[in-house]
């Protein structure tokens, strides 16, 4: 017998959104920077590592973010992060099978760790802020980021739904375990988003329709 889903919790960056390599390798590109080496100070670099997490549970602001990235870089820190996101775009098919199953009923809560919302605010730049979803879970608000084992719970508390009952999507493979703990189907998002897409529609549609 078929699980009847009834929640869907989707990450943003690189789900929801085009890859977020591509996004920064243009920005590198724009910014005339040696390639990978903004993904070496994100990733790599103490002084950006530490500052990225601060951000992601609101601990630091994204002015913070940007002062400390643009001086690792050497670039302008003025509105840096609206810089390193601007070639972001929604992902047609991802966004489509979410908009598809919350029309057959399914909650769908978008679940993310977090850029900051000021100055610049990527999720309502984009279309995907609040009024697009039933719920929104950042780390910033939240002051836990994935993939603590409580911001999934907030997820579910936010749906009203139990884990069992919810799919999440996320293009992190170290982002599902904690989810799968608590009951919750996972899908990993690689690079294929009409893959993605028509594994949604197979899970969420049929059982609702």
Do not use: C, H, K
């Given at each position: 017998?078929?699980?009847?889903?009834?929640?869907?919790?989707?990450?943003?960056?690189?789900?929801?959104?085009?890859r977020m390599k591509l996004n920064g390798q243009a920005f590198e590109r724009s910014e005339g920077l040696a390639p990978g080496a903004y993904f070496h100070a994100l990733e790599k670099h103490p002084d950006g590592v530490g500052i990225y997490a601060d951000l992601e549970v609101?601990?630091?602001?994204?002015?913070?973010?940007?002062?400390v990235i643009g001086g690792i870089l050497g670039v302008?820190?003025?509105d840096l992060m609206r810089r390193a996101l601007a070639n972001l775009r929604p992902e047609p098919a991802i966004v489509a099978a979410a908009q598809r199953a919350r029309e057959a009923g399914v909650k769908v809560a978008m679940l993310s760790n977090s850029f900051g919302l000021?100055?610049?605010?990527?999720?309502?730049?984009?279309g995907m802020w609040e009024d697009e979803f039933d719920a929104v879970v950042?780390?910033?608000r939240a002051g836990v980021r994935k993939p603590s084992p409580a911001i999934y719970?907030?997820?579910l508390d936010?749906?009203?739904l139990p884990g069992p009952e919810c799919v999440f999507v996320d293009d992190h493979a170290h982002n599902l375990p904690p989810a799968e703990a608590l009951g919750i189907r996972t899908l990993h998002h690689?690079?294929?988003p009409e893959s993605t897409a028509a594994q949604l529609n197979a899970l969420l549609v049929p059982a609702t329709a």
């Open positions: 017998m078929s699980i009847s889903y009834r929640g869907l919790i989707v990450d943003f960056g690189g789900v929801l959104t085009t609101g601990r630091a602001t994204q002015e913070d973010w940007n002062r302008d820190p003025t000021e100055p610049f605010n990527p999720y309502e730049a984009l950042l780390s910033e719970q907030l997820a936010a749906l009203g690689t690079t294929d």
